[in-house]
């Protein structure tokens, strides 16, 4: 019995609204009890109506009840609490906060198991029973448990709406259809669902499809990824590498310098002095004599003056001071220099190097910070002297060279030989075409001269990034849109660009002058005698550094040469 009291305390504290045990215990006016939160949330779903029920017994108060907290039953459920008592677990088939809860249990409401559209109304199972027994409810749709039936529910007529207005484009009633609504489309709500199911399917259809393809590109987009990562990875990897390579090289030839330096040093200083301590030697032997000398000088006894005399007098043989070649500050001059000329080397190779290099990512669609912007472009020179305060040191590139070509005077002349020469393998080497780029690239103001031998030659300017491999004439000088040309035939010129051949007329010569104003967009081919006639000239948009390039056709023997002009 005394377990049963229990029993029957814990039915007494528990909310049925949320099935546990009552927090902030309230008491409506029909006397039943509820957590605070709990009835004021039920509340809050029924006021657009403002009809306020009891969820056990279903009594309605107008207006909105306040709720006062019930100080009895909450001290009640706090000795319950101290006595370690807890509520009766929740029963499954009760409706909780988040369920749809049966519209014809009176006391604690069981959960729904379907709503029907019909009666809008939901039912637990046992209140279900007469529409799968009372033949008119059998016609009724039953659907999943809903929250939402009462926007089934007409606002005007208070009917349910089974029509469409297709005029207007929302549901309605029956009596709407023959009231505001007279004269529009309308439609069954039923035959309007099956119209829009067919729509709804073609929707997914093609949302399907456009899954599937973006499902795709992001597969395609990831392996991008992955590769665009891998490749760069390599590249830094690699470019580390070479780096690392690089500067140790420099550190060996830098410890090379400096250890034959201090050799070198070392013999010069052991040199100086034995010779200085041989000097010094002489002088102490010098003194020497000339204090006794000084001393029989003064000799009263002419006897012992002639005999000591002879072996006084007799000196050993001088180091003469003409034989001692001094070179005050000059040491060493030579070293210096060339130290000074491989920095500089160094420093335009990886000028270079980076002009490539960031060309090269340009291409690529990668973000680089851009250069400085070219000055304005000046006036035109005029006169060859004023050419020439544009001219630049140019030589050839040894990877670029066809392997038919010798280069020679320093990588500035190139000489087309009958046999091939033993180049390493390397990409930017022309495989065909006997012809070669210069290793530096051409910004600015430029000016250079080219000296030809032979038959027939081009002088030409191309983008780094022109084709080396194959047959293809897009490979040659002036047969693409990367590369310009002017063919040399005797007094016979011809400009080439993309496949096009333009006859120019002027003098014969065998020196060709080059001007590059590559901000501006100029290109000028002069014929260079004791005066200088513009051939050729060509105003374009550069989109990249220019090199300076050289092709030698024939016959075997024949040369061209960048000249130097300072």
Aim: proline share 5%.
């Amino acid at each position: 019995m005394a377990q049963r009291g229990v029993q029957l305390d814990k039915d007494r504290i528990s909310c049925v609204i949320c099935t546990d045990t009552l927090k902030d215990p309230v008491t409506v006016p029909c006397g039943h009890s509820y957590c605070k939160s709990c009835i004021e949330t039920h509340w809050d779903g029924e006021g657009r109506r403002r009809v306020y029920s009891c969820p056990q017994c279903g009594k309605t108060f107008r207006p909105r009840p306040v709720l006062e907290k019930n100080t009895m039953l909450a001290a009640l459920v706090e000795e319950l609490m101290k006595t370690g008592l807890q509520a009766a677990p929740a029963d499954p088939c009760y409706a909780g906060p988040e369920d749809v809860a049966c519209d014809l249990c009176t006391g604690r409401k069981r959960k729904a198991s379907n709503s029907c559209l019909q009666c809008l109304a939901s039912y637990c199972e046992e209140h279900l029973q007469p529409h799968y027994e009372v033949t008119p409810l059998k016609k009724h749709a039953l659907v999943e448990p809903s929250k939402t039936l009462q926007e089934n529910l007409c606002s005007r007529h208070d009917e349910v709406m089974k029509m469409f207005c297709r005029s207007d484009q929302q549901s309605i009633c029956y009596l709407c259809s023959v009231d505001q609504h007279k004269g529009h489309d309308t439609v069954s709500a039923a035959a309007e669902r099956t119209e829009r199911q067919r729509e709804l399917e073609g929707s997914r259809a093609n949302i399907q499809q456009r899954i599937q393809d973006r499902e795709k590109d992001v597969e395609l987009l990831q392996q991008e990824l992955e590769a665009i990562n891998g490749s760069a990875d390599k590249a830094v990897e690699h470019s580390e590498k070479m780096f690392t390579e690089l500067i140790r090289l420099v550190e060996k030839r830098r410890s090379d310098v400096k250890q034959q330096l201090r050799s070198q040093q070392q013999t010069e200083v052991s040199g100086v002095k034995e010779l200085q301590e041989k000097l010094e030697q002489e002088i102490t032997e010098l003194k020497r004599k000339d204090a006794e000398l000084h001393k029989l000088s003064h000799t009263q006894d002419h006897v012992h003056f002639l005999h000591h005399y002879p072996s006084l007098s007799a000196l050993s043989p001088s180091t003469h001071s003409s034989s001692i070649k001094t070179r005050p500050l000059t040491y060493f001059e030579d070293v210096t220099k060339a130290v000074s000329q491989v920095r500089e080397k160094l420093q335009d190779a990886l000028r270079e190097g980076w002009t490539n290099i960031s060309h090269t990512l340009t291409e690529g669609d990668v973000l680089l910070p851009q250069p400085e912007p070219e000055p304005e472009p000046g006036p035109e020179p005029k006169t060859r002297a004023e050419f020439l305060e544009y001219s630049c040191d140019i030589t050839l590139d040894p990877n670029t060279a066809n392997t038919q070509l010798l280069l020679s005077e320093g990588n500035r002349k190139a000489t087309l030989m009958d046999k091939h020469q033993p180049y390493p393998d390397h990409p930017d080497r022309f495989e065909i075409h006997c012809q070669v780029l210069s290793r530096e690239s051409l910004t600015g103001r430029c000016y250079w001269e080219v000296e030809w031998t032979g038959k027939d030659v081009m002088v030409a300017v191309s983008y780094k990034n022109i084709s080396r491999a194959g047959r293809s004439y897009n490979c040659a000088f002036g047969r693409s849109d990367k590369s310009w040309g002017l063919y040399c035939f005797g007094n016979i010129y011809n400009f080439w660009y993309n496949k096009d051949s333009t006859p120019v007329s002027g003098p014969q010569s065998s020196r060709v002058g080059v001007y590059l104003d590559h901000g501006a967009g100029v290109l000028s081919f002069y014929s260079v005698s004791e005066t200088m006639t513009l051939l050729h000239r060509v105003q374009t948009t550069f989109t990249q550094p220019l090199h300076a390039g050289l092709r030698i056709y024939r016959p075997y023997g024949s040369t061209a040469e960048f000249v130097k002009l300072k």
